[in-house]
């Protein structure tokens, strides 16, 4: 009987045993986030601006280039933002695509962005340009 009462305990101790280290703590996985990342959205994406009636002008610098400039956006010309720039001649009516400076050597024309200011450039410089005017539009990706 006593063997019988010892096998019980030890019985029950072991039931004991496994129910409480089969106790599941709860875990969080890997691939559930642990907070709603908030959506940023960009008011000028799809937008569109049309600065007109703006001249070329030679650099102060003392570079000989001939640039012209927008009014100071830095709110709009920022390096990192993604956009398309053009030009147009204010002898033509053909839109021309300025490639960012940081493309190859080639291009007629370059743009930049500097302070705020887009700034685009001729190359090589063109001194003809100087004092007449162009338009320049801007597309925000």
Request: glycine share 4%; with cysteine; charged share 15%.
């Amino acid at each position: 009987m006593k063997s019988l009462l010892k096998l019980t305990n030890y019985f029950l101790l072991l039931v004991v045993i496994i129910f409480a280290s089969c106790k599941k703590e709860k875990t969080l996985h890997a691939n559930v986030p642990l907070y709603q990342p908030a959506s940023i959205i960009d008011p000028l994406r799809g937008q569109e601006f049309f600065f007109n009636d703006l001249t070329w002008e030679i650099d102060a610098d003392g570079t000989g280039l001939v640039i012209v400039s927008t009014p100071n956006q830095p709110i709009y010309f920022s390096p990192d933002r993604s956009m398309e720039v053009s030009i147009k001649l204010d002898t033509s009516a053909i839109w021309i695509s300025v490639p960012k400076a940081s493309s190859s050597n080639g291009y007629e024309y370059l743009y930049g962005i500097n302070l705020g200011y887009l700034f685009v450039y001729n190359m090589p410089s063109n001194n003809q340009l100087a004092g007449t005017k162009v338009s320049i539009r801007v597309k925000f990706f």
